[in-house]
């Protein structure tokens, strides 16, 4: 059995990553699975401690970094974010093929550490939707919502360093896409 693949999705805040990833991560087919990030994010109010991330103190997610537990890491929006290395690995050497879904400064650590990651970066229809998405979440502040869409211009500058890029017009056909590029690259 060989190791499995690395896939590494990014895309803007509110541009929808987790309703497109629910419509195809558990696809037999795909013999997908996501890995779990930490972060010193709070919990918004529907996210659960070990399902939707890892919920940790700064001192914890410091001790990681000092230990060399995370495969990449970054800060995003005054939070820190990262992806714990030994969960990863135990997956991929079991075979199952490992979906990150993480912000474009830790998606190229990953690609620069292991080139052969199939990385996809999920693009909104446009900045107007997105603005519209984000705000309909009303999680956040006045004063996030402005950065994360600051941040959104400036991560989709980025979008040459991914090997493929989706648009998120329809989270059923962004899935149904996404999909057959894992497929491409599984077979
Ligand atoms: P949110 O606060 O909206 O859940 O996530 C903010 C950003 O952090 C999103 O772009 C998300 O993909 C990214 N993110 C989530 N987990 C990780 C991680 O482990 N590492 C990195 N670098 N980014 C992450």
Avoid: W
Wanted: with cysteine; charged share 25%.
């Amino acid at each position: 059995m060989g190791k499995g693949l690395l896939i590494v999705i990014s895309g803007p805040s509110g541009v929808g990553k987790g309703t497109v990833r629910d419509l195809f991560v558990n696809d037999p087919e795909l013999n997908i699975a996501y890995s779990i990030s930490m972060t010193t994010r709070k919990p918004r109010a529907n996210e659960r401690n070990g399902v939707d991330y890892f919920f940790v103190s700064e001192e914890e997610f410091l001790k990681a970094i000092a230990n060399n537990e995370l495969l990449e890491y970054a800060k995003f929006v005054g939070n820190y974010y990262g992806t714990p290395r030994a969960y990863v690995d135990k997956l991929r050497n079991e075979g199952k093929n490992v979906l990150l879904e993480i912000e474009v400064q830790g998606a190229q650590q990953v690609v620069e550490k292991c080139p052969q990651a199939l990385s996809i970066f999920i693009i909104p229809p446009s900045l107007e939707e997105l603005e519209h998405r984000i705000r309909s979440r009303k999680s956040e502040p006045e004063a996030i919502i402005q950065e994360r869409l600051q941040k959104a211009i400036k991560e989709m500058d980025l979008i040459s360093h991914y090997k493929y890029v989706v648009c998120n017009e329809d989270a059923q056909l962004a899935s149904d896409l996404i999909s057959i590029i894992i497929k491409r690259h599984i077979n």
